[in-house]
């Protein structure tokens, strides 16, 4: 997981690889590549909101998802990222 101030790259390597980049009002294509074959994914952002604090990072983020052109689904991922030396750490 990348973060900048106004975007989210995230890449996933294994059985199955993907690197995803979401962008406030910017749509990025990418593969999904699977064992079974590729599926060409659209992220079309709508919304990367990210809060920072000295201890603590907040991510939401708004997108549509397509597959091969078509549209699949609204969806969001929302991550809340604390510091090791917090000491509020919990998994939900």
Do not use: Q, W
């Not at 990072?57 to 078509?70: G, Q």
């Amino acid at each position: 997981i990348k973060l900048t101030e106004d975007s989210l790259v995230i890449t996933k390597k294994g059985i199955s690889n993907v690197h995803m980049i979401f962008e406030k009002n910017r749509k990025n294509v990418s593969y999904y590549n699977t064992p079974f074959g590729s599926l060409l994914i659209g992220i079309d952002a709508k919304s990367v909101d990210i809060a920072e604090t000295e201890d603590n990072i907040d991510v939401k983020v708004k997108y549509n998802l397509e597959v091969n052109y078509e549209h699949l689904a609204d969806c969001s991922i929302t991550m809340n990222i604390k510091s090791k030396e917090a000491g509020n750490f919990t998994l939900s």
